[in-house]
């Protein structure tokens, strides 16, 4: 593989999602990423979705391109194992992202013995040492209480664990920032951040908290209005439904255009004083704006403006199901560069991303399968943890480790 | 600031959430972060929400500790102007991310006629060059389909621009990922990436692309519960309402053992012929699960149990809207190191959060308040520009530049 970070080796301790994800986003842009796991697979090593065959797809979608070393943890001599591959030298190693909750021998001052330079990274739920996942932190922030149908009566969570992608994504730039320091000053440090704070930021600085502490108006439900000016989902008349934006001006006057109800808008602009350029009045006319165009969408079947409203540059989209989505839209199929479909042994075949971001100075990489559990182990043993043949085959013999295939390497 | 990021100039061309957010992300690590905008507001200049004043706390929130340079930049000057800011020389300069849908002059092929090395990381809507926002890539991937009540018949939008703060994140790790890559090589680029894209591959990584591929059955609406495993929500008699987790097999035994249900749900284990220590048969059985949690619930209140779920380390939150989370939650005040009460002119005081990370080589950054639009024209002109006072002067009076205080600067 050629990527970006070429030549850098991060070590993954993990489960859940935010912290596979970062060692997945390091190893495709082109990092070496050795994930280590118990023998008997980590806690997400089963996590839904399942494919047909009942092996995650979870799982294999998180730990793509990764190597995968087993290591019985419990063992004094597996925790030295991680130890040195943890800790194993080279410039651009040295170098740890973990959200295990492991006090002791995988602490960064114990770990920095052998590595002085050492950087790791730490997430952890919250900054009091509570646990926390995605599905806690999300309605602790008051994000359900504001998600859902106007007038319904109960918090609505987050279908997509947003809380956790974010995070993992703080995580690559933590470790990036630090590492670039490093590589300046030769320091390498303990890097440490929190699902919750992490969230409790973005809210932040989302405007959210600013919000709820000097306005004494609390903001509510809005279905699937876009807050703050103009967006709305509209059913047309074959079935579909589909979302329209007015947020910039731009957008706006199009959609006006476009749909042709100038002189309503112009209207209800007169009626109640309040000029539609401006986004935030948009919002508050929401409703009346809605029923001006809902006749309009009623009226049309999907494939009467779709081509038009892509020309005119309107921003819209059609509401699909992941099913229709996967059918449907070419963006999600190898049509897009970013997507390779794999055959996946245990899984399937089916279309797998790889980095969003094209770098202009290397080729996109096409994505890699995720290993088998323990499929690197020996070879990290070898080229990492630099054990000779028989040291490597007595932790394989007394079960310190486990790989798919445990024959003895070849002498060489 | 002393940050770790100290000496990066990044230079941000940039509205709506997901630039503006990379451009503060990086200011927070300690970058000087310089934001151009037009003379009257960029596009997101007065988005809500709204402080009392009318002014923008979305705008504050996400420009925090930057300096800020008004231009016009329909005028050849302007352009020009912007052209060296962007170009200008430093090792740790040359750096621009933005999302301004501007051909020509603002291309990275034109620009880095001045600036060889110049990294460009640019942030667009779909891969055709389509406009897109949260609002619209959210629908198209069939997340609001599954978000909401079991059984409710309309797609339901995230309250939270979860798209949005990704891609950020992802235009932060690929600009620091460039600049490495630029510090071994000596090496400029173009690095793009698409909303659409950053979506697609995160739902892809989580598995829901392979999921909607090879299941017959799709995923439908499943409310609150934690999707795969074992969550859920619960009223209690004072009213409140918690969510609680059982993912892992510690989580579940754990609130299996502090509810006292062991019994029953051995009961429901025998019936059902499905083992409860697997993850995928408690999301199986989650309703009846739920129906013998919700009794140990709705006969107590918050405080009966609060303390000792925290004390088992029970995985659980409380709901709350965003108003009581400021009053009630001390994370989301300056008990937090992360946060610190700013009086901001023109907004109000209130909790503001720096960086989520804390970098053990370096203090926590406070975080600095928003600059007023074009705060710092005078100085970026002089110091990063480098004009003389008297071309600085004639800019202000022909109105290719502006600034809150036109006053000349005084001779050097």
Redesign the interface.
Known sequence: MNG??NGMRVVEGS?F?AVP?AG??LAQ?GAEVIRFDRIEGG?DA???????SGQ???????N?GKRSVAVDMRSPEGRELITRIVTAPGPDAGLFITNLRVRGWMD?ETLSQYRKDLIMVTLS???HG????D???N???????????EG?D?????????WD??AG??V???L??????R?R?G?G??????L???A????????????????PV??E????A????Y?Q?FVCACGN?V?V?G??RR?WDGLVKVTGTGDAMDAIAAASGLDLA???NR?KLRDVISAILAPWFAARELTDFASEF?RK?I????????????VE?P??SDA?P??SVLDQPG??R????????????HRRQRPEAAPALGADTEEILADVARLDDREIAGLFDRGVVDGPRRQARPAA
Do not use: C
Not at 130 to 133: E, H, L, N, Y
Not at 189 to 194: C, I
Not at 315 to 326: C, D, E, G, I, N
């Open positions: 970006i970070l489960a999602v994800l997945l986003l842009m806690l089963g996590r839904w979705p399942l494919a047909p995650s797809l979870f799982w294999a979608g998180l793509k960064h739920g919250d900054r509570r646990p926390a996942v599905y806690t932190v309605p602790g922030l008051g994000i359900p209480d504001i998600t859902g149908p319904y109960a918090p609505v969570a987050n279908a997509l664990p947003a992608l974010i994504n703080v690559v730039s933590a990036l920032a630090a590492e670039r320091h590589l000053s320091i440090q303990a890097v440490d951040l929190t919750k704070d992490v409790a930021a973005m809210v932040g600085h989302l405007g959210m908290i600013g919000d709820a502490v000097l306005n609390a903001r439900k809005s279905g699937n876009l807050y703050g000016a967006g989902d439904r979302m934006i947020l910039t957008q401006e986004e935030g919002w892509d540059g921003t819209w989209s059609v509401f699909r199901t992941m099913k229709q989505a996967v839209d963006d999600l897009n970013m997507f899984l399937g089916f279309p797998v991303p790889g980095s969003p971001v094209e770098f202009g100075s």
